[in-house]
């Protein structure tokens, strides 16, 4: 049972640059969310997804793109890099959102702007 | 909106210490509340949680209580370890809002030395 899986696990983007963060789970999760993680600042939703065909935004969802075509996959897009996205990016699934169930996370996507 | 305040940290405490991160909350609704751990170089892990008002989450020796009046949910251990040595975040989950997303605090840092 891989749980959620997160691809690359490093990445250095020059600014102007797009690319896609992987992320994709085997647990029939139906809920799944993405976050970024700075300093002092704990972890911030940028987008999430309640089923396969939905998604919304969450706190921070400007600079990125998120599909879901299927419910074991949401890949989340920079459209053009900036250095202010420089952060480290966690993908988590919950089987039905967190009120009652945690969520499981990835081990992250390291990513440098520069 | 919903907001999670944190203990500053990083605490730094002997092997054997009691610990206590304190924690407070501010929601719409009635959220279900989490404590999350991240040791170095790894996603977070769900610890415990509680999903109403004076439940007790209890693992690992860890312990929460949902404490309504005082919209708290201070983390307490009585003996800590080296091994406890991470970041721990304190989070909720509601149905209002980003549809039961987590809100994070800023975290905690917790060195446990021998």
């Known amino acids: 049972n891989a749980g959620v899986t997160q691809t690359p696990k490093f990445q250095v983007l020059k600014t102007g640059q797009s690319m896609t963060l992987q992320c994709a789970q085997d647990m029939n999760h139906e809920y799944m969310s993405w976050y970024r993680q700075d300093p002092g600042m704990g972890l911030r939703l940028i987008h999430y997804s309640v089923g396969a065909g939905i998604t919304d935004q969450g706190e921070v969802p400007n600079g990125y793109n998120v599909s879901r075509s299927t419910t074991e996959d949401f890949p989340l897009r920079l459209l053009s890099a900036a250095p202010s996205q420089t952060s480290v990016y966690f993908c988590a699934s919950s089987k039905q959102g967190g009120t009652n169930y945690g969520y499981t996370f990835g081990s992250g996507t390291r990513l440098t702007v520069v | 909106g919903n907001s999670v305040t944190q203990m500053e940290g990083p605490v730094t405490l002997s092997e054997e210490a009691f610990l206590t991160i304190n924690c407070t909350y501010t929601a719409t609704g009635y959220p279900s509340l989490f404590w999350y751990v991240q040791y170095p170089g790894e996603g977070l892990q769900l610890l415990l949680k509680a999903t109403k008002a004076d439940d007790k989450g209890s693992n690992k020796g860890f312990e929460a209580t949902y404490r309504k009046e005082t919209t708290s949910f201070h983390l307490e251990k009585g003996s800590v370890q080296v091994s406890d040595s991470a970041v721990y975040f304190c989070?909720?989950?509601?149905?209002?809002?980003?549809?039961?997303?987590?809100?994070f605090g800023s975290g905690t840092q917790l060195t446990v030395l021998p």
């Open positions: 989070a909720l989950s509601d149905l209002g809002g980003s549809a039961r997303q987590l809100t």
